[in-house]
């Protein structure tokens, strides 16, 4: 599909098709490319005041998460439509409270796992409760502060993680909200098994042993009898909770389930699962950018997990995901704190360090849809996501206080 835009407009990943000058006497070799470089897209800017783009060519990931896919043919997608109720700033109080009483409350059922091997399924309830509560008026809110947020127990701190996430996701596909608590009990609790297992094995830096690796695949099974024992849990939990390792071409485990057989909350925890083991440091791996996992899972779609909701969890999460610390062509630092639901390449940003890394004050708040200037005729852009770590900036410098 051509469409015009003004440069201003144009981002890395789109496809120029046209000039509004002719292509002779421009710096570019080929009548129609993609945009791959800083470079290209400054000499276009200097060049040219409007653009045609064929967003049909673009590079995939960036036109997915602007354009995104239907939601035919998903079962339970689609029914309801969630819009935010509350500025995201409003929702910061409310988002910190619902993310410490999560993480408090699963310490707890985690414990207990462990120690009377009991679930105490009440207290998971009233967690995921909460912080749906809190996503339903605002998902952004709850999303920073869980990409933020100091990291504890690495168990711990993943099932917030897939919960949070498993959440957004159902709330961006419009399902009830009985399915929203469903999918977040689900990323929860999937891996409540790994609670048994050896913790020497679990931080181990080397490869697994096949033995080993046994032992850590059987956590899924471990986890559904724990699950399946817990009378005051939905029976569906710990059904869907057993699929967040199988693969929609069956290559998955423990029982090589495929395509259709996985229901969408299954398919949806296993790219979660994924999405949220690669953005964080393991003991054998450093954490990769949002933006890189996320163009992992895309190749690997149609194949490893059911190409759909790979698109729609792109969509869902932008390209450019709350929390993400961003470098922009100011030279400033900044985090990405809501998504623009109409132009997710053109999220809002808080400007928390300057060109020279030093922390600002007051802070700068961006919302890149309204083409804010850095110059008079250069607007704010995003150069690159950070990886975890390159620059180490806390909530209290983007939230206050």
């Known amino acids: 599909m051509k469409k015009k835009i003004s440069v201003d407009e144009l981002q890395t990943g789109m496809y120029v ?45 960036q036109a997915i998460a602007a354009a ?16 935010e109720s509350v500025a995201v ?40 409760g909460s912080i749906t509560a809190s996503m339903l008026r605002n998902p952004d809110a709850l999303m920073l502060f869980s990409a933020m947020r100091k990291r504890g127990g690495y168990q711990l701190e993943r099932a ?83 699929l967040h390792h199988e693969r929609y071409d069956g290559s998955g485990y423990p029982g090589g389930q495929k395509g259709n057989a996985l229901g969408v909350i299954g398919a949806m925890a296993g790219i979660v699962d994924t999405f949220d083991a690669l953005t964080v440091k393991r003991p054998y ?33 932008g390209y450019f995901p709350v929390g993400s610390v961003v470098e922009l062509n100011s030279g400033e630092i900044g985090v990405v704190v809501a998504q623009n639901p109409e132009q997710r ?3 809002k940003v808080m400007v928390v360090r300057d060109a020279h890394g030093q922390p600002l004050k007051p802070q700068k708040f961006l919302n890149l849809a309204k083409l804010p200037k850095v110059a008079a005729d250069e607007p704010y852009r995003i150069r690159r996501t950070l990886e975890s770590g390159h620059v180490d900036v806390t909530v209290a410098e983007v939230v206050g206080g």
């Open 345 to 347: 390449l053109q999220p």
């Open 285 to 317: 791996a450093e954490a990769m950018s949002p933006s890189n996992a996320l163009n992992l899972l895309f190749r690997m779609r149609g194949r490893t997990f059911q190409p759909q909701l790979v698109e729609q969890f792109i969509r869902c999460i």
């Open 160 to 242: 917030v993680d897939v919960s949070v996430y498993m959440i957004a996701f159902a709330r961006f596909l419009g399902m009830s909200e009985e399915d929203i608590e469903h999918a977040g009990l689900v990323g929860l609790l999937q891996d409540v098994g790994m609670l048994e297992l050896p913790q020497e094995m679990l931080q181990k830096v080397t490869r697994l042993e096949p033995a080993e690796f046994k032992i850590i695949r059987g956590h899924v099974a471990r986890g559904r009898e724990i699950l399946a024992g817990t009378s005051s849990l939905p029976a569906a939990v710990a059904d869907t909770a057993v």
């Open 17 to 61: 098709w046209e000039l509004d000058r002719p292509w002779v006497g421009t710096p570019f070799m080929y009548q129609g490319f993609i945009v791959r470089s800083q470079e290209e897209l400054d000499s276009l800017r200097k060049l040219c005041r409007e653009v045609y783009i064929d967003t049909e060519k673009a590079e995939p990931i």
């Open 68 to 83: 995104g896919a239907p939601l035919a043919g998903l079962p339970g997608a689609g029914r309801f439509v969630h819009r």
């Open 89 to 128: 700033e409003n929702e910061w109080p409310r988002a910190r409270d619902a993310l410490q009483e999560v993480h408090d409350s699963l310490a707890d059922v985690f414990d207990a796992v462990r120690v009377r091997k009991l679930l105490e399924a009440k207290q998971a309830r009233t967690a995921v």
